[in-house]
């Protein structure tokens, strides 16, 4: 299983309890605004959470410390 499942149902998850106040069987233009932000927040923040993790591996093993962990 990816890992990319976990983090979609996460961000639905979340969108959906902010953003979905009436649920039913069609989002509201609100809804779908909301949603949508909400959505790109989430991907640019776990972007960045991303990039730092990478920066820091690549850190620590240009440091000799390639044990895979941080600590």
Known sequence: MSSAAPC????????FTRCVYKPGA?????EKICTAKCMDRYLDA???VSQAWAARAKQQAQMGGGGGGFQ
């Open 46 to 48: 776990m972007s960045l």
């Open 8 to 15: 979609s149902q996460k961000i639905t998850d979340k969108c």
């Open 26 to 30: 069609r989002l509201d233009d609100s």
